[in-house]
């Protein structure tokens, strides 16, 4: 591939590995984004749109993307904090992956219990951008300056054993689960923020003629997203608990009623949420409804 072949493309970036790859490959499947990724090729052309992939550490997306290099990515919402890219990238969609928070952590045993404990002591951490303005803010109002100040310290992975390993009084690091964190024996004092997956364009875009591009793989992007979080409920129900019923399950516009071939019954169907499915088909069995049934959907507009 030489770099005429991607005169014209809307270039996306797409983190290259870890824990945002996977679930950024599955959505470019269900956006019908298709591609052949050569082995160990970090960019590749799309086979049914104008695109090319950049597979990217997830790190350096922020600043391809706010500088304008890359017209669309995804990374963390935390990523673009640390690159201090903020004013430049605009945060086009949450994605609702890739979620945790960004926490202040001591030893359990240890005696500090509060981030004004911590505040004048060592952290490690790898943000050290967000960490450093965090603590910056805690010193100038705990009134700590020059040599008082805390001692924000730079590493790249592992930073839950600093503390162990006598480098830290605390460190700041990412908790999804807590699982990390407490196999190392800390324990969180703070979150200094929390994060998803988002999908982000330039503030500045070089290349505006790609807007319309960009705008549709947006939209696309975004029905998937919505698919994931809605079901299709149906179900029979008799006229004289219909209006009960539609009550229950309104859908976001209005529900879809379709008369049933037998006298004042009828078939609805609407949108729901899918973390309250279950609870609307207790609800609408309690009404009165019969053959309630669930479908997932694959993709939507709304
Ligand atoms: N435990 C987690 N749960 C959910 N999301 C996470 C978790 N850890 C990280 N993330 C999200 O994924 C982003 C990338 O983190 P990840 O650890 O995959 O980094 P990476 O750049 O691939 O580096 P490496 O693979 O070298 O650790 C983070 O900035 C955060 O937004
Ligand atoms: O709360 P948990 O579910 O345990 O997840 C948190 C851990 O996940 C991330 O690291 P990752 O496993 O991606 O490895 P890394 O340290 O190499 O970045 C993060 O840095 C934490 O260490």
């Known amino acids: 591939m030489n770099a005429d072949s991607l005169n014209g493309r809307l270039l996306f970036a797409i983190p290259k590995k870890g824990r945002l790859h996977e679930k950024c490959l599955t959505l470019l499947a269900g956006a019908d984004i298709q591609f052949r990724r050569a082995n160990r090729l970090d960019v590749c052309l799309a086979t049914n749109h104008p695109i090319a992939l950049v597979f990217l550490p997830a790190s350096d997306i922020p600043s391809f993307v706010g500088k304008g290099n890359v017209d669309l990515g995804i990374t963390g919402h935390d990523v673009i904090l640390e690159a201090a890219m903020e004013d430049y990238v605009k945060e086009e969609l949450r994605l609702g992956f890739g979620k945790c928070a960004l926490q202040v952590q001591v030893p359990e045993a240890s005696d500090i219990k509060t981030v004004e404990d911590l505040a004048g002591k060592r952290v490690v951490t790898s943000f050290e951008t967000v960490a450093g303005k965090y603590f910056d803010e805690l010193d100038t109002r705990l009134g700590f300056a020059g040599d008082k100040k805390t001692k924000i310290e730079y590493v790249g992975g592992s930073v839950e054993a600093a503390c162990s390993l006598g480098l830290a009084d605390g460190i700041v690091d990412l908790v999804e689960s807590g699982e990390t964190m407490r196999a190392a024996g800390l324990h969180a004092i703070q979150t200094v923020l929390t994060t998803e997956a988002v999908l982000i364009r330039s503030s500045a875009p070089k290349h505006p003629h790609l807007t319309p591009i960009i705008n549709l793989i947006t939209k696309r992007i975004a029905g998937v ?69 669930v479908f997932n959907l694959d993709n939507c507009r709304v």
């Open 225 to 293: 997203i919505a698919a994931s979080k809605f079901v299709i409920v149906q179900y029979n129900v008799h006229g004289d608990t219909l209006a009960a019923a539609t009550a229950i399950t309104p859908g976001r516009r209005a529900p879809t009623v379709s008369r049933l071939e037998e006298d004042n019954w009828f078939a609805v169907s609407a949108m729901v949420e899918k973390n309250k499915a279950a609870d609307v088909m207790d609800s609408l069995v309690k009404a009165g409804a019969e053959d309630v049934l």
